[in-house]
């Protein structure tokens, strides 16, 4: 999987020794409780090391999911994710495939714009990939994220049902 750098951060691929930091990112209930419809925390270090795993098992040359580090001194900061989402149960499928884009990030590192400054850097890497649309999907209270989608440009496309078998708010991005 390939490495993205913008002015500050380095988005490259999770390593087993980032174990630690990923326990301690996803382990805490602030982090986790807006991803996916029933949020959990990490409990020990096997799982982060087989979350790990399942990070580094995406090899398609748009898609992936990257540890984002500050450039300066390689610091974790967050997660950050480009791949297929998954429909909701009953969801007509067949037509193209939704990309999603997604973060979260140590709270230690909230309000520095990590996300958006990480986020604005894969999708033009993607774009430029050939990809045309990306979505992104929040938690109806997550008001944060939504400020993000809305500093990428993304458009606010309203609630939606059709991902994860819960409400979302969709917002969208297209190429060009």
């Known amino acids: 999987m390939r490495t993205i750098a913008s002015d500050h951060l380095l988005l490259r691929p999770w390593r087993d020794e ?20 029933q949020p959990r925390i990490m409990n020990n270090r096997e799982d982060a090391l087989a979350s790990i795993a ?3 098992a995406i090899d398609d ?3 992936g999911i990257w540890a984002i580090t500050t450039a300066a001194d390689g610091r974790l900061v967050g997660n950050l994710l480009l791949k297929p989402i998954p429909l909701s149960a009953g969801e007509p499928a ?7 884009i997604g973060w979260h990030l ?3 590192a909230w309000g520095h714009g990590y996300a958006t400054e990480a986020a604005a850097a894969v999708l033009e890497d993607a774009f430029g990939r050939g990809l045309t649309r990306v979505v ?3 938690d ?3 008001r944060a994220s939504q400020a993000v989608c809305r ?26």
Not at 18 to 37: I, K, Q
Not at 152 to 174: A, I, Q, S, V
Request: aromatic share 8%; glycine share 8%.
């Open 54 to 56: 399942r990070r580094r």
């Open 151 to 176: 500093r990428l440009g993304m458009t606010h496309l309203g609630r939606t049902t059709r991902y994860y078998d819960t409400p979302n708010e969709l917002f969208e991005k297209l190429a060009g």
């Open 94 to 100: 067949g037509g193209p495939t939704d990309v999603e």
């Open 140 to 142: 109806p209270d997550n």
């Open 61 to 63: 040359p748009i898609h």
């Open 136 to 138: 992104a999907v929040t």
């Open 18 to 37: 980032d174990a630690d930091f990923l326990l301690d990112l996803e382990s805490r209930w602030e982090v986790v409780r807006f991803l996916g419809a």
């Open 106 to 108: 140590h709270p230690d």
